[in-house]
């Protein structure tokens, strides 16, 4: 990390040597988190940067100065025309100070999320602060509490548990993880935990390695993956792609541009092969639950069957759940047949038939939607072994490009495919399902909502204008309409079916409650696919 006490250390040591008798030309920020400062030197302009916002904080010096005309942020003004005197960096903390003409100073704190750059008088006095919660003076110093001796190490020592590496961080607080972890490297310590370690080695080792690290003179080592940057070279990490710089303000300006271009590029990645492994997970769960059907005998004979013996047996009257019945095609038996207490006999038996209809359409159908939803699988394992292998931004965008239409990361709305090319999308919530209907709803798609009760606004998408959806592929639309409702408990649930463009929003009316013009109405039993 750029803000590590020793890289600071070592800056500050850098900067004292080549600007002091520069000039403060003038003071800009351009990007959240970012303070430059513009600085001429016998004809010579460089700028002096400071980045203020996890997990990027530290200061670089670059030549390359050029204010933006647009999106800038005048600062510092005080500052302006001033020389600087000397630099130097707290003993005792990560803030790095700037001594200028007339007794002002300028002092960034690069630490934490209360990281700032504060400008002050000569009675520290804070004028100006680069970002909000200044203090009205400039903050005391505080020292490190660090252990000076061995005593005292193996006093805290003795309470340390769990990850030596962590253990170390926590009492050697200038110390950052890579060099932790050296601590446990140079004496082979690696995967031991802190309880089975002998507290004085660790000191040792500790003290020798923050002494090396002090008076370090030599070039700066920037490892690649994961970016690192380090005043000497890593044992822990020998091996790894690294490369060296003698400019110690160029090695930390390339730092972080490969830190901040990682980060961009993991915010994108992980959203993206999050979505790829969820898609991938739902369809292969799609076709195991299929070719499991597939291979259950098929109950529309049995549908029908029950169908048959309901038309064939005396009217029965509303009301019931079941009935023992005589068996018309085997009259020595009975069977007890399941009703809908709702319906009479003759509708208990077209339901039956409507049962049968579905079951022999879905078997009709399922070995083409197994096929698709493994040639969806497939594909998108091949499309997650090319994410796993991209490694840059650039990367990523060739990815994306390629596959812009099959990863939709952070996708609105719950959709179920049917019958290709048919597909449901219906709204997790009254805002979304609000958005759904009204931005994302073509008007020749049929939009649907459970009748009478509250519930999710759904709509089925349709190929083309003069698309003609089956009259099995509505109701199975809305079946699942109607289990997003507050019908979903209910035998039979009515379901509103209208193009959208008979839909529209009242002013001042909740979120999610539209006024429908024309509405035709099916009856549905609530269930998923």
């Known amino acids: 990390m750029l803000n590590n006490y020793y890289l600071l250390r070592r800056l500050a040591r850098a900067w004292n040597e080549i600007l002091p008798g520069s000039k403060v030309l003038d ?28 997990p990027i904080i530290g200061a670089f010096r670059r030549t390359e100065v050029g204010r933006p005309r647009r999106n800038v942020k005048p600062l510092l003004r005080l500052l302006r025309g001033r020389s600087i005197i000397e630099i130097m960096v707290s003993d005792s903390d990560r803030v790095l100070t700037l001594k200028c003409t007339g007794g002002i100073q300028l002092q960034a704190h690069l630490y934490g999320a209360r990281a700032n750059v504060l400008l002050a008088n000569k009675k520290g006095q804070v004028q100006e602060a680069f970002r909000k919660r200044a203090p009205a003076e400039l903050p005391p110093l505080c ?43 140079v004496q082979e310590l690696k995967g031991r935990s802190a309880e089975t370690l002998d507290a004085t080695l660790v000191f040792e080792v500790a003290q020798t390695l923050h002494k090396r690290l002090l008076s370090a003179q030599g070039p700066l080592y920037v490892y690649q993956d994961p970016a690192a940057i380090s005043l000497i070279p890593l044992k822990a990490r020998s091996g790894e792609d690294v490369r060296v710089y003698s400019d110690i303000d160029n090695g930390l300006h390339t730092y972080a541009r490969h830190a901040l271009s990682e980060r961009a590029y993991r915010a994108q990645y992980e959203p993206l092969r999050k ?34 013996i309901l038309m064939a047996s005396p009217p029965l009257p509303t009301g019931k ?5 005589q068996d018309v095609f085997n009259p020595e038996t009975e069977l007890t047949v399941s009703l809908d207490p709702a319906l009479n006999s003759l509708q208990n038996a077209e339901r039956y ?35 796993e292998k991209t490694r840059t931004q650039k990367d990523l965008k060739a990815f994306q490009k390629t596959h812009k239409q099959s990863v939709r990361p952070n996708q609105p709305f719950r959709r179920y495919p049917l019958v290709p090319p048919y597909e449901l999308w219906v709204g997790r919530n009254a805002k979304e399902s609000e958005v759904l209907t009204l931005q994302y709803a073509r008007p020749f798609d049929l939009w649907m909502h459970a009748r009478g009760v509250s519930g999710a606004h759904a709509v089925l998408r349709l190929p083309g204008r003069d698309a003609r959806p089956s009259n099995h592929l509505i109701e199975q639309a809305a079946a699942i309409v109607a289990w997003h409702s ?35 109405v099916v009856m549905v039993e609530p269930a998923l696919p």
């Open 27 to 54: 003071a800009w920020s351009h990007s959240p988190g970012e303070l430059t400062v513009a600085l001429e030197q016998d004809g010579a302009v460089t700028a002096a940067s400071f980045l203020t916002h996890a």
């Open 143 to 185: 020292a490190a509490p660090e252990p000076t001796n061995v005593v005292e190490f193996a006093k805290r020592w003795k309470d340390a548990r769990g990850s030596a590496i962590k253990a170390i961080q926590r009492i050697f607080v200038r110390f950052n993880r890579d060099q932790a972890r050296e601590v446990m490297q």
């Open 321 to 325: 759940h079941c009935v023992r019945i």
């Open 486 to 520: 507050k019908a979903r408990t209910s035998s039979v649930a009515p379901v509103i079916v209208t193009p959208r463009k008979y839909v529209r929003k009242v002013r001042g009316t909740p979120t999610g409650e539209v006024a429908v013009s024309r509405e035709e």
């Open 275 to 308: 979505t790829l492994v969820r898609m991938l997970d739902k369809a292969e769960r799609s076709a195991e639950r299929m070719r499991v059907e597939r291979s259950r005998p098929s109950r529309a004979d049995e549908y029908e069957r029950l169908g048959h």
């Open 353 to 387: 038939y409507s049962k049968a209809r579905k079951a022999r359409t879905s078997r009709a159908h399922l070995n083409t939607l197994i096929r698709q939803a493994e040639e969806k699988a497939e594909s998108l394992k091949q499309q997650l072994q090319a994410l």
